[in-house]
């Protein structure tokens, strides 16, 4: 599994190929703890720039933007009922979908 990450979001590549996205420690710090997440849809698509999660949190209100573009295979619904998962250090807890990468 190779990992990579950007300015918000770390990215794993599972064995199936398909790409995890997930928050990282500089954002965790950035944003402090997070209240709320709006995340895309399950069935969607995604275009690198345009918005992966609106986030609500302490330090700030923001929209992330994607880093990659893609078919969202999964996405992460655990955390619309506890946020605070995106506040934890584990990958398992903090990642927000899955993407099946298409060249941007």
């Avoid at 790409?19 to 690198?48: C, H, I, M, N, W």
Wanted: negative net charge; charged residues 25%; aromatic residues 4%.
């Amino acid at each position: 599994m190779a990992a990579q990450q950007s300015e918000y979001f770390w990215q794993e590549t599972l064995d199936t190929g398909v790409v995890r996205l997930g928050l990282t420690p500089q954002a965790q710090d950035e944003l402090g703890r997070v209240k709320f997440v709006d995340l895309p849809s399950q069935a969607g698509t995604l275009t690198k720039g345009d918005t992966l999660l609106a986030v609500e949190a302490e330090k700030a209100v923001l929209d992330l933007p994607a880093p990659i573009s893609g078919e969202i295979k999964k996405v992460h619904t655990a955390i619309t009922d506890e946020p605070e998962l995106m506040n934890s250090t584990n990958r398992k807890d903090n990642w927000i979908a899955e993407i099946i990468v298409t060249k941007s």
